[in-house]
């Protein structure tokens, strides 16, 4: 990691380096394989967050679609204000769209549907059943959500999921 001493900082650190079945639980992948994602992404995609790590980025991420959290949550759990937490989810959502451009979906990947319960952000959205104009809003507490394209978002998670199945650890 390459920024060191915030408190976003050191809590990567802690869950990087702390209990797996912890690390699992809250990322839904192991160890191994969020690494090779953090390396993919510093090779494949650009960063708008550069006094921000990939991984603590995508750990941001991930407190907001894989726990649930809103962005007002999230951006106290990692130290940072409300317009950068936003900023680090685009900028990986972004990274995962690239990753679902430049890489095919495995035919051995489980399906969407099979995989949807593992991302909480979803629970409250029915898929195919977005507003009108095809957005959704993520992360929101008292109207500090994000308004995304549902299918930017599903792309993301798709890639993400595919990811996941590919490289983990056995």
């Known amino acids: 990691m390459a920024v060191m001493g915030s408190a976003g900082a050191d809590r990567a650190r802690s869950l990087l380096n702390g209990v797996p079945d912890r690390f699992n639980d809250f990322c839904h992948m192991d160890q191994i394989t969020f690494v090779q994602l953090a390396d993919w ?26 726990q649930g959290n809103s962005f007002r949550t999230a951006a106290y ?5 409300i317009e950068l937490t936003q900023n680090i989810f685009l900028n990986i959502m972004s990274a995962l769209q ?6 095919d ?29 095809g957005k959704l809003k993520v992360g929101d507490e008292g109207g500090d959500g994000l ?23 056995f």
Request: net charge negative.
């Open 41 to 66: 992404m510093v090779e494949h995609a650009e960063s708008n967050t550069p006094d921000i790590s990939i991984e603590e980025s995508l750990f941001v991420f991930l407190d907001i679609v894989a």
């Open 147 to 169: 308004e995304v394209s549902q299918e930017s978002l599903t792309q993301a998670l798709t890639a993400l999921n595919n990811f996941i199945h590919e490289h983990r650890e």
């Open 98 to 103: 690239t990753l679902r451009e430049k890489e």
């Open 105 to 133: 979906i495995s035919p051995s990947c489980p399906s969407f549907k099979e995989t949807r319960s593992r991302w909480r952000v979803l629970k409250a959205f029915r898929l195919g059943k977005s507003r009108i104009d």
């Open 77 to 81: 759990n990692w130290d940072h204000d």
